[in-house]
């Protein structure tokens, strides 16, 4: 609302820095770890945006379901199938890289461009309902968003549904392929894989 | 130049065109799925920079882009949580996390 002009720009320079280095770090970085809490931070910076954008709601929102669970997710998800291994080299990396590096930075550029040349045609000065936006996003979600907001829900209920059947293990008694009875103790064990033999 | 009253949105748009860049490009580039599924995470979070700045500047009144990043959020999440679990279920049969070995649908 009223911060100085002069912190708005230092605050927003630090979170654009921290975002786009952490970002390149998620990418580049060869330790998955590192870019997985590496990407916290570039969440929890991206939420110092939005209260820069005096949204102090989504803010929250970001850090409780950015931080708090994609984030966890992922840093579980690593946990579990984080194993050395050896990568097989790729007879035409190189190419790719040019390719991708090349479509990558056409890309932005002409992002760049678009944001710079256009005339936006702003309204009013920025902020101006300031702490009010919290309940004016409660009302839009309760009057003119409902349906969507009912069918997120649904979706949300889908998705928890589906993300427990994909990653559980089979509880059949017997397995399909070999007809041998299958052990249902809580720690896997090295089972031979079904398909790597397939390339 | 006339003094500036507030952040231009230039900075804004300029700052999530820059983020999704870099998730495009490590969408591209990864050979490990979890990394993937991240640079996916990060040109969400480009798109909802983009969302907020324009709710901000434009339509302050009736922040209809605060609403739509509250869904984008959610659809995040749930996207999350199956990329995952499918991710799961893909080492449990292949015992790798190489894009390049994913070659199921491949003909």
């Known amino acids: 609302m009223s911060i100085a002009i002069t912190t708005q720009i230092i605050c927003f320079s630090v979170l654009s820095l921290v975002i786009l280095i952490g970002a390149l770090g998620v990418v580049l970085l060869e330790s998955i770890v590192y870019s997985a809490f590496l990407l916290g931070g570039v969440f929890m910076s991206v939420a110092g945006l939005y209260l820069l954008l005096n949204a102090s709601f989504v803010a929250a929102a970001q850090v409780l379901v950015y931080v708090g669970a994609v984030n966890v997710l992922i840093i579980f998800a690593i946990m579990l199938v984080n194993k050395k291994e050896d990568l097989k080299p790729i007879s035409d990396i190189k190419s790719r890289r040019i390719i991708s590096t090349s479509i990558c930075f056409t890309l932005l550029s002409l992002l760049i461009r678009v944001d710079l040349t256009n005339v936006w045609s702003l309204s009013s000065p920025q902020n101006s309902i300031g702490e009010e936006s919290t309940i004016r996003i409660g009302e839009h979600l309760f009057s003119d968003y409902l349906l969507p907001f009912e069918v997120a829900s649904v979706l949300l209920l889908m998705a928890m549904i589906g993300a427990i059947v994909l990653a559980r293990r089979d509880v059949m008694s017997k397995d399909i392929s070999t007809g041998l009875p299958v052990d249902q103790e809580l720690i896997e064990k090295s089972s031979e894989p079904l398909l790597t033999n397939k390339n | ?107």
């Open chain 2, 1 to 107: 130049m006339m003094s500036l009253e507030s952040i231009p949105i230039q900075a804004f748009l300029i700052v999530s065109s820059a983020l999704f860049c870099i998730g495009i490009w490590g969408l591209l580039n990864s050979r490990n799925a979890v990394r993937v599924l991240m640079s996916i995470e990060l040109m969400l979070n480009a798109v909802n920079i983009n969302l907020m700045a324009f709710s901000s500047y434009v339509d302050n009144n009736l922040i209809q882009g605060q609403v739509f990043t509250i869904f984008v959020i959610t659809v995040a999440a749930a996207e999350a949580a199956v990329g995952l679990a499918i991710l799961l279920s893909l080492y449990r049969n292949r015992v790798t996390v190489d894009m390049e070995s994913f070659n199921l649908l491949k003909w």
